[in-house]
């Protein structure tokens, strides 16, 4: 099978990014002929995303014909030739939203997002063979289910580590907490969270809990981040931005991970953090917390300041005193989400959408 992705990302801090990767080598692995392009202007560009031109990318889809094309996000304005085109030439697209079309998602840029929708995405959306959703929760918070109800799930993946169960954890030590990924307030809840903190902190939990921030801030909120630090500081601190072996090192040195974002579609950070054996405290606005709670590898809480300080007093006490079965839960919990099954799964179903063989 012949497959384009097509993508608009800046850097490889962007989670579809961290999807294709993967997702584009176990497709090839499985002897399809795959290819992933990356229309923006002045984006990342490596082996695996190739950066190219709007102009380009039609000239390479009507000289080489794929099968299928698949969008990831839509909003971008390369889309709206891409896609006609692909329309005049009756070559198939899906549209992968990657959590941006939830309704709380677009609540956050209501009259840009809207405007958007009025002038070209309605139509865009109409013509797709299916939309792609990362879980039934995206699903049903969608905001175009009436727009295309053909629907596919295709969760996220991740590559197991094989660690084995340590058996002198930081027991006896301040618990380590991370958090990784963007720092931003509306999407992140970090607002909430450095709330929480500073309840804990002001309770004395800072003799026995730590909490590490890794990640890039957003722009806007970088002074008001950098002086929230400073008053928690006795707590957590930031580290920056981490890749490879120390993004690794994160992982492994923390003993449970932490999510309280506002929306996400099926965030890698928590995957990964459950591949590392680290159980994790999320809201169930990151769309995993179905997977933490049938699985027990961790807490979910609500998107208050009590609350989450009340979480992260009962995960601590908890992990004390059940860590190796937290653990292995949260190993298991990842088991069925490896990238080469994942791979497979989403080719047979974009085989599916290709003869309307899906609801």
């Not at 958090?179 to 909430?192: E, F, M, P, S, W």
């Not at 090192?249 to 890698?268: H, Q, V």
């Not at 769309?287 to 009590?306: K, Q």
Request: hydrophobic letters at 40%; proline letters at 3%; one cysteine or more.
């Amino acid at each position: 099978m012949k497959i384009f992705h097509i993508c608009d990302v800046g850097n490889k801090v962007n989670g579809i990014y961290s999807v294709l990767v993967p997702l584009s080598t176990e497709q090839r692995a499985l002897g399809h002929e795959v290819a992933v392009y990356n229309i923006h202007k002045s984006g990342y560009n490596d082996d695996t995303l190739r950066l190219i031109s709007t102009k380009d990318l039609i000239a390479r889809i009507e000289t080489e014909k794929p099968d299928i094309v698949l969008f990831h996000g839509i909003f971008y304005w390369a889309v709206i030739p891409i896609s006609r085109r692909l329309i005049s030439l009756k070559i198939p697209y899906l549209i992968e939203l990657h959590g941006s079309m939830s309704l709380l998602n677009i609540g956050k840029s209501r009259f840009k997002k809207k405007l958007a929708s009025w002038l070209f995405l309605n139509s865009i959306i109409r013509r797709a063979k299916a939309i792609v959703y990362l879980n039934m929760q995206e699903y049903c918070l969608s905001a175009i289910r009436q727009l295309n109800p053909k629907s596919i799930v295709i969760p996220n993946g991740i590559y197991r580590k094989q660690n084995q169960i340590p058996t002198d954890h930081l027991l006896n030590k301040k618990l380590e907490i991370l958090y990784l990924g963007r720092i931003q307030n509306a999407h992140k809840g970090t607002d909430v969270l450095i709330e929480a903190l500073k309840l804990l902190q002001d309770k004395g939990y800072d003799k026995e809990i730590h909490l590490s921030f890794y990640g890039k801030v957003i722009r806007s909120e970088e002074q008001w981040f950098d002086e929230q630090m400073k008053s928690i500081s006795a707590i957590a601190d930031f580290r920056g931005q981490v890749y490879g072996k120390d993004k690794e090192d994160a992982f492994s040195k923390a003993n449970i991970f932490i999510l309280t974002s506002r929306y996400e579609g099926f965030p890698m950070a928590i995957l990964e953090a459950l591949s590392y054996g680290c159980p994790c405290i999320v809201t169930p606005m990151t769309n995993i917390a179905d997977i933490v709670a049938s699985n027990r590898c961790g807490w979910i809480t609500t998107l208050d300041p009590l609350s989450i300080a009340q979480t992260i007093l009962e995960a601590a006490a908890d992990y004390r005193a059940n860590h190796e079965q937290l653990i292995s839960r949260s190993r298991l919990a990842v088991e069925e989400l490896e990238w080469s099954e994942i791979a497979a799964t989403a080719v047979a179903k974009y085989q599916a959408a290709l003869i309307d063989n899906i609801r």
